[in-house]
């Protein structure tokens, strides 16, 4: 029996841990084993969204100008630089879009401010709070602003 292509690719953790060289393979191979017409979707962390969230949770520390440089500049992580890679929406749109992929959404799915409010509402807030986060998670304009994002591409026939 002949294998098929899958319909689409589920890519949920190499974005966050390799290079910006590095993720040009994982878009050739998400590629690849994709059908025309399949859906990619790429998870990623936002480096404004995870950066500023830093700056407000521990404002003891950050900002500071060896954060900035390596975030803001290199797009890696200041603590676990050889660990974890930031990118931006605009970034990993222009990449997706470089390789052929037409963009359906992007999409913020936990923002900075949230983390700190979350833990401490009832079940009446937190339903309240939903709506106001879903509403969020579908703005192209609050993208930027989540820890983690989204790309949901297709691959054109």
């Given at each position: 029996?002949?294998?098929e ?22 878009f ?10 399949g ?24 900002p ?8 803001l ?20 749109e ?42 969020m998670?579908?703005?192209?304009f609050?993208?930027?602003l989540?820890n ?10």
């Amino acid at each position: 029996m002949k294998a098929e292509r899958d319909a689409g690719a589920l890519v949920l953790g190499p974005m966050y841990h390799l290079p910006p060289k590095d993720r040009e393979l994982v878009f050739q191979e998400s590629i690849r084993v994709c059908k025309p017409g399949g859906k990619l979707c790429y998870a990623y962390i936002s480096l404004l969204g995870v950066y500023a969230g830093a700056c407000i949770l521990w404002p003891e520390k950050y900002p500071n100008a060896y954060a900035n440089e390596c975030t803001l500049v290199q797009g890696l992580d200041d603590l676990r630089p050889d660990l974890f890679f930031f990118t931006t929406p605009e970034e990993i749109e222009q990449t997706a879009k470089g390789h052929g992929l037409s963009i359906l959404k992007n999409i913020g799915v936990d923002f900075f401010f949230a983390s700190n409010i979350i833990n401490n509402i009832s079940e009446e807030q937190f339903a309240a709070w939903m709506m106001l986060n879903d509403r969020m998670a579908d703005s192209a304009f609050c993208t930027g602003l989540s820890n983690h994002a989204l790309l949901v591409c297709e691959k054109r026939k």
